[in-house]
Structures are given as structure tokens and as C-alpha cells.
């Protein structure tokens, strides 16, 4: 029997890191994103988590790959849409198609993963600083980051008594390449963003992938929302 992590968006950023350090502890990998995660060794899935025509096929993966009885698996529900928005100015269509990638996805596939989820297995949540608190111009990704919060809630609770335990990991700035599309040719800006950090600096994926893989074989964190943003800077 294997270990097994399926990770959402792994082929770059915090979920390419975290599939990298499953696969060193010698944990099976299952990258489900759009592009490969370019770690040897990782199984990659390639499905648009927001066509809502994907489900068939991860039905499909779940049943080879992990088979009848996998020993644990950890479910990391880290891909994610990021739009600059107005909360006032949101049509229904936009917000749907924020929705379905970071929060209709996660409920999805809990529902297709749970038959494999024995005792010791966790469903692991990768929030955001926006998760509990909100900035402008940004208004479907601090909706649905802090819907997320709530799912990991939920999910806890309906967890009681089966040994599965679940968080909302909460990196804050961190050196992905979401955060440097972003940002563009600014490196004051960088630094700008730096500096809200009390270390001075930005997080680095790999620095995720290193609390994500502790929140997976740590039952005790079980129901909590663990910030990972170095301190920040309040003002």
C-alpha cells in the first residue's frame, strides 16, 4: 500500500513545491492541473478544474491509481484563480467562473476522494492572508478564499470520529509565479511587498510545501487555520 497526495495545481508555485516534498518523503504524487508539474516521477492529470467536465476523468485516475485500499492519502486543494475586481461591479458570470476553480472544485473532489480517505488521511486547504481579511480591488478571491475557511470548518465537522483530519494553510506573500505576474517589472514593488513581512522578505514555496506536509502528518492541527506569512508588518 502507498501514501498518496493529489495536489490541485501542482505544475507550478506552491503546489509544484508541495509535490516535490510528498515525493521526497516517499509519498506518491497526483498532480491534477491545467500543465505538467515538471517533478520526475509525479502522475499528471491534466484537467481544467473550471470546465466542469473534469469530474469523469478524476473519477477514473482515483480508481487506477490509488486502488482499493491506499494506506493514507492527502487531498491539497491548492489551485486557485486570482482576478482584480470590484465587489460592486462583479457580474454573475465572472464570480461563477472564480467560484468553480476555488471553492465548487475543492467540494467536488472532497465528495470523489472521500472512499479512499482512511484513518490517518487529510484533506489540507491552501488559503491565503485574504482568507480573514480583505484588500481592494480584489473581491472574488477574498470571497472565496475566506468561503474556503469555512468549507475546512464544515469539513472538520463532518470528519467526527473518522481519524481524517483537515486545515486551511494560509501562506502570505509568497515568491510564486502568480505573485511575480502580479507584480510585473516592479522591483520596487517587490520590495514594497517585501517589507510588510517583519522578516524583510518574501515566503518561498518550498517554505509552504514544508508546513502543508506537516499539517498532513500532524493530526492535532486538526480544524485550524494556520497563517505561514513570516509576521506581518501592521499598520
Partial sequence: ?????????????????????????????????????????????????????????????????????????TLVHNAALYEHDDALALTAEHLR???????????????????YLREGSSILYVGSTLSEKAVRNNATYVTSKHALVGLMRATCQDLV??????????????????????????????????????????????EIAHVLYFCATTATVNGAVLHANLGQVET
Fill in 1 to 73: 500500500m502507498k501514501d498518496w497526495a493529489l495536489i490541485t495545481g501542482a505544475s507550478r508555485g506552491i503546489g509544484q513545491a508541495a509535490a516535490a516534498r510528498f515525493q521526497k518523503e516517499g509519498w506518491s504524487v497526483l498532480n491534477l492541473s491545467r500543465g505538467e508539474s515538471g517533478v520526475p516521477g509525479v502522475v499528471d492529470l491534466r484537467v481544467d478544474l473550471g470546465s466542469g467536465d473534469w469530474e469523469p476523468r478524476v473519477e477514473a485516475a482515483l480508481r487506477e491509481h490509488l486502488g482499493p485500499s491506499p494506506r493514507r492519502v
Fill in 97 to 115: 467562473r472564480v467560484l468553480e476553480v476555488n471553492l465548487v472544485a475543492p467540494a467536488v473532489l472532497n465528495r470523489l476522494t472521500r472512499p
Fill in 161 to 206: 470520529g473518522t481519524g481524517i483530519h483537515t486545515v486551511c494553510v494560509c501562506p502570505g506573500f509568497t515568491d510564486t509565479e502568480l505573485l511575480r505576474e502580479h507584480l510585473g517589472d516592479k522591483p520596487e514593488l517587490r520590495a514594497s511587498i517585501a517589507s510588510k513581512s517583519t522578516f524583510g522578505r518574501l515566503i518561498t514555496p518550498e
